[in-house]
Antibody, heavy 118, light 109 residues
Framework: EMQLVESGGVVVQPGGSLRLSCAAS????????MHWVRQAPGKGLEWVSL????????YYADSVKGRFTISRDNRKNSLYLQMKSLRTEDTALYYC???????????WGQGTLVTVSS | EIVLTQSPGTLSLSPGERATLSCRAS???????LAWYQQKPGQAPSLLIY???SRATGVPDRFSGSGSGTDFTLTISRLEPEDFAVYYC??????????FGQGTKVEIK
């Protein structure tokens, strides 16, 4: 069974930094593009970033470009999101998601909560 | 960036009724790369439909998707109690950013 488990979410002050992790199991991790998606409290889903199977291509939403960095370690079956210069509007539940071969998201983690507050 | 607009924002229906949810794109979605997700309170989203009309594994056949270009529809033929949730459409076309609609809440009338 495919599984994704996020970790690393905490309360952090504005301007601070944080690294989220996502541990994958139940599928061949290095075959697939991976994504981060976030959901602010009571709001909808916002795509944040993607990384190709080999880490060679990365893309970001304009709202996080230049502040967030996505990476992966295929030896450890893990996905990461390095977040810096955090703002209150970055407060959200952050999900990692697996891209199916065609591109839709066929597996989601349960999310890790990031709260940016002084 | 392709903007997805879902309507209505909230749909109030009774169990057994038919639900029709709309997702309209600001420009054509290439390859009908349009998915629908269901999210229940306190849970992660789960995939229902991909490629505009293909059901994901294990999804009951009361869920169906249709449409192409800029207009897409998710239909639930007969609502079961477990179907009351929020539904999101998403496009994953030719290039990022992938975008989601703002969601439609299906609530019990």
């Amino acid at each position: 069974e495919m599984q994704l488990v996020e970790s690393g979410g905490v309360v952090v002050q504005p301007g601070g930094s944080l690294r989220l992790s996502c541990a994958a199991s139940g599928f061949t991790f290095d075959d697939y593009t991976m994504h981060w998606v976030r959901q602010a409290p009571g709001k909808g889903l916002e795509w944040v970033s993607l990384i190709s199977w080999d880490g060679g291509s990365t893309y970001y939403a304009d709202s996080v470009k230049g502040r967030f960095t996505i990476s992966r370690d295929n030896r450890k079956n893990s996905l990461y999101l390095q977040m810096k210069s955090l703002r209150t509007e970055d407060t959200a539940l952050y999900y990692c998601a697996k891209s199916a071969a065609v591109g839709h998201f066929d597996c989601w983690g349960q999310g890790t909560l990031v709260t940016v507050s002084s | 960036e392709i903007v997805l607009t879902q309507s209505p924002g909230t749909l109030s229906l009774s169990p057994g009724e038919r639900a029709t949810l709309s997702c309209r794109a600001s420009q054509s979605v290439s390859g009908s790369y349009l998915a629908w997700y269901q999210q229940k309170p306190g849970q992660a989203p789960s995939l229902l439909i991909y490629g505009a009309s293909s059901r994901a594994t294990g999804v009951p056949d009361r869920f169906s998707g249709s449409g192409s270009g800029t207009d897409f529809t998710l239909t639930i033929s007969r609502l079961e109690p477990e179907d009351f949730a929020v539904y999101y459409c998403q496009q994953y076309g030719s290039s990022p950013p992938w975008t989601f609609g703002q969601g439609t809440k299906v609530e019990i009338k």
